[in-house]
C-alpha cells in the first residue's frame, strides 16, 4: 500500500514475542486480516495482539507515537461506554523488524462490513458513544499536529493534489466546487475530545448494535464534527437523522462533518484504487452519500 512499507513476517513476530515477553513465548501468535493501513496486527493468544507500524520512521519518532498512543487508547477505555482494548507494553526493535511495536488487550467482535448501513439503535449507541467522549476534559489542551480536526483550510494542499490525481477516477471540476464551500465554513464550537477515525474498520458490531472501538490511540481534541463524520461512514439517510438529533449537531457542525468526511475520502479513493479495495471502496460510497446530501 505505501512506498516505504515494512514488511512484517509472522515468524519474526513470533521470535520478538517469546525473547521479550517469556511469558508468551508458547502462545499462538497469528496475522490477522484486516484492510487497515497503519499497523499489522498479530493476536497473541487469547488475550493480547500485538500492532507494528507498517511505514518506516525513526525509532525515536515511532516510539514517540505509540507512547503518545498508549496513554490516548488508556484515557479512552476508561471514558467510553462500549468496550475498547487497553495497552499493555512497547516492545522493542530487534532482528526482522526495526520500530518499537505496541501490546494492547485482545478485544473480541466483529468489525462493521464496508457497506454498513446502522439502524436507528445502532445510531443511538453511536450518538451515546461521542456524546461521553465530548464530555471527557480536555485537560486544557487544544487540537494539535496536522491531521484532521483543526483547521480545514490547512487541508488545501492535501485536496489539491487528490484533485489532480483523481482526473480520471471522478468528476473533479464538481469536488471542487464543494471543497470551495467545505473551505470557507467558518468554525464557531470549541475543542472537544474526539476519536478521529470513527469508520467500518474501527467499529465492532453484533446483531445491529455497536459493541466495542478499536483503534483509540488518536483520542485527543478537536472539532466537534470531526467524530460526527461517523454518520456518513456508518449511517444510512434514516439512521443519520436520529444520530444527528441525538448528537444535537447544528446546520454548521453537519457541514463541517462533511467537510472531514470529504477531506478523509477523497483521499482513500485514489490512493488505494490498486492496493486496498476495501480502503477505495469505502471511500466511494461515503463520498456517493456526501453528494447526495449537499446542494452546491
Known sequence: MHDDEIDVREDVVRALIADQFPDWAGAPVRRIASDGTVNAIFRIGDEAAARFLLRGRTVDAARTVLEREA??????AEHSPVPAPRPIAIGEPGEGY????????????TIAPIEFEGSAAFAHDLAGLISALRATDTQGRIFQGDNRGGDIRDHDEWVEECFEKSVDLLDV???RRLWDHFRD???TSVDVMSHGDLQPLNVLVADGRLT????????APADPALDAMAGWYLLDDDSRAVFREE???DDLEWERSKAWSFEQCLGAIWY???SNPVMHRMGRLVLDRITANTKI
Open 185 to 187: 465554513l467558518p468554525r
Open 173 to 175: 471540476p464538481y469536488l
Open 247 to 249: 448528537l444535537n449537531c
Open 98 to 109: 526495526p520500530l518499537p511495536w505496541a501490546v494492547q488487550t485482545w478485544l473480541p467482535g
Open 71 to 76: 496513554d490516548a487508547s488508556r484515557r479512552f
Open 212 to 219: 466495542g472501538v478499536l483503534d483509540t490511540g488518536s483520542f
Open 272 to 274: 488505494y484504487v490498486d
